[in-house]
């Protein structure tokens, strides 16, 4: 079946560390890869997307880049700030599948001042 | 004011009541969607609609139902509330009738409902 895998939260970080929160996935197919984001008591939002191999999406110094070869969008950032902490969601949706969104688990971020 | 909103933002019942969560949205999207978050379970689908005539069950739709009222309103039931389906819920909408895979969802800001 088609999954996302998420490395498991919560992280912890000092501000202006480096980021990197691993998302695999597994997929039927040719999936379009998606990064949101939840910052406390409010809804997802988009973060970034990337739509076909070797991509990258980008976006608020975030970055992912989809690795057909690894089934992977790692999110990454070079230097992360407290609001940046937040819970991170790596998904992806299938052609045809109507834009419907399987989910990772989600990672948790804290970053410290 | 938000695009996507949601009605009650918190509620607390008990189990066998019937309870009804609110989506109404000023984005002008046909696609809807319900979701339920649970803690180390990400998000999961109950049902989806495309267009008012078209609703679809999702991955997790037993025990739930829907109602498309009109474009911009999607509800979602609780025939009969039971505990486990205590979980903090999210409706989003996305803006295009093809088929393709590179939608964006937009989400309201979720209700969080306890079933005692």
């Known amino acids: 079946g088609n999954s996302v895998t998420q490395m498991e939260g919560p992280v912890t970080l000092s501000e202006e560390a480096f980021l990197t929160i691993n998302c695999t996935y597994t997929?039927?197919?040719?999936?379009?890869l998606f990064w949101y984001v939840q910052y406390p008591g409010e809804g997802l939002q988009l973060l970034l997307k990337?739509?076909?191999?070797?991509d990258k999406g980008s976006n608020k110094g975030f970055e992912a880049t989809y690795r057909k070869e690894t089934t992977s969008f790692h999110l990454e950032k070079g230097s992360v700030q407290v609001s940046d902490s937040a819970v991170y969601f790596c998904?992806?949706?299938?052609?045809?599948?109507?834009?419907?969104?399987?989910f990772g688990q989600g990672t948790e971020l804290s970053v410290k001042p | 004011d938000a695009d996507v909103t949601q009605t009650p933002r918190n509620r607390i019942t008990k189990t066998g009541k019937r309870i009804m969560l609110e989506c109404s949205q000023t984005?002008?999207?046909?696609?809807m969607y319900w979701y339920r978050q649970d803690p180390g379970l990400g998000l999961r689908l109950i049902y989806y609609?495309?267009?008012?005539?078209?609703?679809n069950k999702g991955e997790i739709s037993d025990g739930y139902s829907v109602s498309r009222q009109a474009q911009a309103k999607f509800s979602l039931s609780l025939e009969s509330a039971i505990p486990n389906q205590t979980a903090l819920y999210f409706c989003?909408?996305?803006?295009?009738?093809?088929?393709?895979?590179?939608?964006?969802?937009?989400f309201g800001p979720g209700t969080r409902l306890t079933v005692l």
């Open positions: 984005k002008g999207h046909d696609r």
């Open positions: 609609s495309f267009d008012v005539k078209d609703i």
């Open positions: 990337a739509t076909k191999a070797d």
């Open positions: 997929a039927t197919g040719y999936p379009s």
């Open positions: 989003a909408t996305s803006d295009t009738l093809v088929a393709t895979s590179t939608d964006t969802q937009y």
């Open positions: 998904a992806l949706t299938l052609y045809n599948q109507g834009g419907k969104l399987i």
